[in-house]
């Protein structure tokens, strides 16, 4: 029933286009049983021979109106009726959309991409095929139906009727029983299709790292069983389809030689006329229709029904972040932060990831975030975005509780570098320009600031390269750049980079984080990072640990504390010194080696002169022999 409600709401919204199509597919059911009684009326008319040539004309005349009669009409309520279908499968689409771009990072977290687009694809095809052409096929076999017998009842015979009603009623028992069996049924397919679709589309997008660990043949297994899945829950679809429909067959075959006998019978003795007995074959063949019809009716309700479900279970997931009604009517910040006692579980989670964390940040600082895999970072971030919720007054910006300032303005004030630094299948021109002004002058400013446009303009299309999918034509470095450049784009008064700058060398490091000074005055800057060399100075250092601020400060007031950021300071200089020593070793190996295989070319070269003079010596004293 609640099924029923959803998408009702819908079929409401084009109810006039259902109405003139409904009404248009009626008359031309209406219609279509005026073509019996034509042809019976020149069949009597003939064999009493009280009809001549001119009626004859006159009726085929008024056969062809009525055929021109059901053309317009069947193009009218296909227009009306598979036209609101198709609007009512845009409209569901693009609300799904809407609603799966408020729903909360959470969400993604636990439902597959996959399983997410076999509901914008399969499902959504199949809830259309139940509010067009089931609905069609409902109301045509139920008036045709209804109109069919009562003139097989009122023009031909009662007793013949009768004999082709029976059928109908045990086909339709069978079909009520059909139908459930069919829904459950095909809720299975669904899943496993969806299943196969994540699979799939999760391969694709690992295939790097499925060649690289040589796993093709593995992928190809659990692939070819994912799919064997699919296949058996198609087969059980399949299979009460193959027994149902041809049982139909035969049951309505049986109903029209039962009735041509018993019905040539009743003509031969004069219970019917032989124009009568035509019409009555040609009702049967009209009957024919509505049974077939009605079975394929409760296929495509009970594959909607199971579809619309799972629909529905989308739009029934309510967002966990949302304005709330009493938001600040704010539009701008300026970029002061505050964490106050901040502590955040995430769902699922016992222990909180964030504990007790307190902290100013004013508008125009620098703050720098280090600490271990795991401790909190981009949680910490993304609470600023309001990708998860914080408890009340735990994070302030202005001075306002963040739960207090609307969605729009919060993140329109942020710009944010991830750590997946995602590239859209487009041009780096648009890319660069995502969510701001496509300002040539504009993108290359944020593009030198970057340190990306040197790049970008040796490429053979510049900034009209297309990068692939996800930015694969791009090398690490030149996405992460890339990222940077569509962040300062924006020029807000907040700016956070998470371990943005892991995959560029230190020289092109160090030239960023010039650019983000200058360009930055007066406005936050939050950045996350494992390298020290890139915090080192940052105006504000936090040391995350085990969820927690361990300490607090600038780099020299972190040195001289000899705590954990030393302890990171010193294990990184030491790692940089063996790096350094292992590099000039290997330079000066390298060297060394250059210089014996040169040496070693000298004496050989040498070696071979000398031989060839022994050579010529040697045969011009055994000329001077001969």
């Given at each position: 029933?609640?099924s ?10 084009h109810?006039?286009?259902?109405i ?9 059911d209406?219609a279509?049983?005026y073509?019996?009684?034509l042809?019976?009326?020149v ?44 609007s009512?499968?845009k409209?569901?689409?693009?609300e799904?959309f ?9 969400y ?7 399983d ?19 609905i069609i096929?409902a109301?045509d076999?139920?008036?045709?139906a209804?109109?069919?017998i ?6 031909v015979?009662v ?20 139908g ?20 799939v ?7 790097r ?9 593995a ?16 087969l059980r679809?399949?299979k ?7 049982l ?6 049986l ?15 004069g219970?019917i ?7 009555f ?12 019809a ?40 300026k ?10 579980t995430h ?28 401790n ?17 007054d ?8 963040i ?17 997946d630094?995602f ?6 021109r648009?890319?660069?320009a ?17 340190c990306i446009?040197?790049?970008?303009i ?9 990068v692939?999918?996800r ?13 940077i ?23 092109t ?18 950045i996350?990072a ?6 080192q ?7 995350l ?15 001289q ?5 030393k ?32 040496s070693g ?22 000329g001077?022999?001969?």
């Amino acid at each position: 029933m609640s099924s029923f409600k959803f998408i009702w709401q819908y079929i409401k919204r084009h109810k006039w286009r259902y109405i003139c199509g409904l009404i248009t597919l009626f008359i031309v059911d209406f219609a279509n049983l005026y073509i019996p009684k034509l042809t019976a009326t020149v069949t009597d008319g003939l064999t009493a021979r009280n009809i001549d040539m001119n009626g004859v004309w006159f009726y085929i005349f008024c056969i062809l109106g009525v055929g021109a009669i059901i053309a317009l009409g069947r193009f009218l309520w296909r227009y009306f009726l598979f036209g609101a279908a198709r609007s009512i499968e845009k409209e569901i689409r693009n609300e799904m959309f809407e609603h799966l771009e408020d729903m909360s990072v959470e969400y993604y977290n636990e439902h597959k991409t996959g399983d997410l687009m076999t509901r914008f694809t399969s499902d959504l095809n199949s809830t259309r095929m139940s509010i067009g052409p089931a609905i069609i096929s409902a109301f045509d076999a139920t008036v045709m139906a209804v109109m069919v017998i009562c003139q097989m009842l009122f023009f031909v015979d009662v007793r013949l009727t009768m004999m082709a009603i029976v059928p109908m009623i045990l086909i339709s028992v069978g079909e009520l029983y059909y139908g459930k069996i069919i829904r459950v049924r095909f809720k299975e397919r669904q899943e496993a299709v969806s299943d196969l679709t994540d699979y799939v589309q999760e391969s694709f997008s690992g295939v790097r790292v499925i060649k690289s660990f040589v796993r093709e043949r593995a992928e190809l297994r659990a692939f070819a069983k994912a799919n064997a899945n699919a296949k058996g829950k198609n087969l059980r679809v399949i299979k009460i389809q193959t027994v149902v429909m041809p049982l139909l067959d035969v049951i309505i075959g049986l109903s029209s030689l039962v009735t041509l006998i018993y019905g040539g019978y009743l003509a031969l003795t004069g219970g019917i006329t032989l124009g009568r007995f035509i019409a009555f074959n040609q009702y049967i063949n009209m009957l024919v229709w509505p049974m077939l019809a009605c079975g394929d009716a409760i296929t495509m309700f009970s594959q909607g029904a199971a579809s619309i479900k799972r629909i529905q279970d989308v739009f029934d997931e309510k967002p966990e972040i949302f304005d709330r009604d009493d938001v600040d009517d704010v539009e701008v910040l300026k970029g002061d932060i505050t964490f106050n006692h901040l502590t955040f579980t995430h769902r699922g989670s016992v222990e909180p990831t964030l504990k007790d964390i307190n902290l100013d940040i004013r508008a125009g600082t620098t703050l720098a975030v280090i600490g271990r895999t795991g401790n909190g970072k981009t949680t910490l971030v993304n609470l600023l975005l309001h990708l998860y919720n914080a408890k009340p007054d735990m994070i302030l910006i202005d001075g306002r509780d963040i739960n207090m300032i609307p969605l729009k303005t919060l993140r329109e004030n942020i710009a944010y570098v991830p750590q997946d630094n995602f590239l859209f299948s487009d041009t780096l021109r648009h890319n660069i320009a995502f969510g701001a002004d496509d300002s040539m002058e504009d993108i290359e400013k944020a593009t030198r600031a970057a340190c990306i446009h040197d790049n970008i303009i040796t490429f053979p299309d510049g900034y009209e390269t297309i990068v692939g999918e996800r930015g694969v034509t791009l090398s690490g470095g030149q996405k992460q750049r890339s990222s940077i450049a569509r962040a300062l784009m924006k020029e807000s008064p907040i700016l956070i980079l998470d371990d943005s700058l892991s995959a560029v060398d230190t020289d092109t490091e160090e030239h960023i984080l010039r650019n983000l000074k200058e360009n930055r005055k007066d406005k936050t800057t939050i950045i996350i990072a494992h390298r020290i060399s890139t915090i080192q100075s940052a105006d504000v250092i936090m040391v995350l640990e085990d969820g927690k601020a361990k300490e607090i400060g600038n780099h020299a007031e972190l040195m001289q504390l000899g705590g954990i950021y030393k302890d990171m300071f010193d294990k990184q200089q030491l790692e940089a010194q063996i790096g350094e020593k292992r590099a000039a070793f290997e330079k000066e190996s390298e060297a060394e080696l250059s210089h014996y295989r040169k040496s070693g070319s000298e004496v050989a070269s040498k070696m071979s002169s000398e031989t060839r003079d022994e050579s010529k010596s040697e045969l011009k004293s055994e000329g001077g022999l001969v």
